[in-house]
């Protein structure tokens, strides 16, 4: 059983920026991808970042490569989300799980493919 605990939410205005981290418990992570999700009221939940364990990959949602950095921590079992230049349309809960080694291409990004969940962080953004 993996345990994860997702911080750094808050109340932004326009253009400011945020960084979510995602501290992960109850087992190595070792060969597995972590992602953040995000969902918003009345939305489905959305792919935002994902990172392999090892190596250079990662994958973004729709045009929030540039804006939005992911990143992790091995050894500290820890996932980051550094959230810059944010816009109302990214408020949010955001999600942090994980799930298989990395796939390419939409199949990774998947939520049904992540097994476990945080409880989420709430990000909002006001204009």
């Known amino acids: 059983q993996v345990r994860l605990v997702e911080s750094g939410g808050g109340s932004v205005q326009t253009g400011d920026s945020l960084r979510l981290t995602c501290a992960a418990s109850?087992?190595?992570?070792?060969?597995?991808?972590m992602a953040w999700f995000r969902q918003a009221p009345g939305k489905e939940r959305e792919f935002v970042a994902r990172?392999?364990?090892?190596?250079?990959?990662?994958a973004y949602g729709d045009g929030l490569e540039g804006r939005f950095t992911i990143s992790r921590d091995n050894d500290k079992n820890t996932v980051y989300l550094q959230m810059n230049k944010l816009r109302p349309e990214d408020t949010a809960v955001y999600y942090c799980?994980?799930?298989?080694?990395?796939?390419?291409?939409?199949?990774?990004?998947?939520?049904?493919?992540?097994?476990?969940w945080g409880q989420g962080t709430q990000v909002l953004v006001s204009s």
């Open positions: 799980a994980v799930g298989p080694g990395w796939t390419w291409g939409a199949e990774g990004s998947a939520a049904a493919k992540y097994t476990f």
């Open positions: 109850g087992r190595t992570l070792m060969g597995y991808t």
């Open positions: 990172k392999s364990y090892t190596g250079p990959h990662s």
